[in-house]
């Protein structure tokens, strides 16, 4: 049996996991790493990167954006609309 003090910082370490990951709804959006970003980047003829990590308040927000600017986009097929989390792809942050 967990004292209550041990469920209160399990709860707490789940909300603040949850809260340091920035997740995508849209399966419009490519997530980029450092070993698919050149390659992904090489075949597409226009691209909207966004540079996120997840512990940023402004990049939380701006994921609803990038979802809907991915949307307006889905009939360019020549566009590509993606996220790069660049507290773990730290080269591409460079």
Do not use: H, Y
């Not at 209550?4 to 603040?16: D, E, N, T, Y």
């Not at 954006?65 to 307006?72: F, I, P, S, T, V």
């Amino acid at each position: 049996r967990r004292s209550r003090s041990g469920v209160i910082q399990m709860v707490l370490a789940k909300g603040l996991m949850a809260l340091l990951t920035l997740q995508v709804n849209s399966e419009r959006i490519v997530s980029l790493t450092e070993a698919t970003f050149a390659e992904t980047l090489r075949q597409s003829q226009k691209a909207l990167v966004a540079f996120v990590t997840p512990w940023c308040m402004a990049c939380r927000l701006l994921m609803p954006e990038l979802e809907k600017a991915a949307d307006a986009l889905a009939r360019d097929k020549s566009m590509l609309v993606a996220q790069c989390d660049v507290s773990t792809e730290t080269r591409l942050a460079q």
